[in-house]
């Protein structure tokens, strides 16, 4: 009978955050399959658990994926852990999942600490809808198209920055996607955990020294990319904006129909102002 993977959560710094679950599976697997060995070694001590450990990092993910699956078909049952938080987060996990999947394997997810939940809830920001972006490229050129594909997205948008690169994201983000009200959530669940509430150029004025691994949670934008289309589109002439759809191949029934849609009329009004021409 195949053995089971857990995806175990661990704390992202205060060691109570991990839940009597995480730990008990720890102590019942054969294997524990840990981002860092070293780090992971140091949660396991201080809990007094003992358990071998196997490295599973973004470089060996593909390898290493493979051969844990096949001691979970021989049986053993397996933990994975990141350094910090859920697996497959912003961390390795996923590819191992799908090879597990794919050889029908078990997942079982243990859920616990994950660093853009605790932001965005304490954040003050729309909560209802949002979009996790992980981190963005350490690639200008590929981080500046990011934040424009993202552009006129309205939901509540969530990345991980490191310390070294925060001042030249906020900059990226200031000049892209305008001067945002934005939250830095640093250090979550640490002694020295803090969270910076202000506009992009008030935060990037006053940036310090700068510690820490940062969440950054930023307003969506006010209007969607279609909204500000229509908004454009409304301030032509009915002439242009006729001929603005017919140029898109539309029937003058279509035309009609959309144009009172954008505008928010009776779509006999516009079909009279044709009419009358």
Do not use: W
Not at 1 to 18: F, H, Q, R, S, W
Not at 34 to 63: C, V
Not at 231 to 252: A, V
């Amino acid at each position: 009978m195949a053995g089971k993977l857990y995806l175990v959560a661990t704390p992202i710094g205060n060691l109570e955050d991990i839940t009597l679950r995480a730990l008990r599976i720890l102590k019942e697997v054969d294997i524990i399959a840990a981002e860092d060995t070293r780090h992971t070694l140091g949660l396991l001590n201080y809990f007094e658990i003992s358990k071998p450990l196997i490295s599973y990092y973004k470089q060996n993910e593909s390898t290493r994926s493979v051969e844990l699956v096949e001691k979970l078909k021989e049986g053993k049952n397996i933990a994975l852990v990141s350094d910090a938080g859920t697996p497959g987060i912003s961390d390795p996990g996923e590819q191992i999942v799908k090879t597990a999947i794919q050889e029908g394997i078990e997942i079982v997810p243990i859920p616990g600490a994950c660093a853009f939940v605790n932001a965005i809830i304490s954040s003050g920001m729309s909560t209802r809808e949002f979009c996790f972006l992980g981190f963005l490229s350490a690639v200008k050129k590929e981080r500046k198209e990011k934040l424009e594909e993202i552009k006129y997205e309205t939901k509540t948008l969530i990345f991980y920055e490191a310390p070294h690169k925060l001042k030249n994201t906020l900059e990226n983000m200031l000049e892209i996607l305008g001067d945002r009200n934005i939250v830095l959530a640093r250090e979550i669940t640490k002694i020295h955990e803090e969270f910076i509430h202000g506009k992009i150029s008030d935060i990037l004025g006053n940036l310090e020294e700068i510690k820490g691994e940062f969440v950054i949670v930023v307003e969506g934008n006010y209007q969607s990319k279609k909204e500000i289309e229509i908004k454009n589109l409304n301030q032509m002439s009915l002439d242009k904006q006729y001929e603005f759809y017919e140029n898109q191949g539309l029937l003058k029934k279509e035309i009609i129909k959309q144009i009172a849609k954008d505008r928010n009329v009776n779509k006999n009004e516009i079909y009279q102002y044709f009419l009358e021409k």
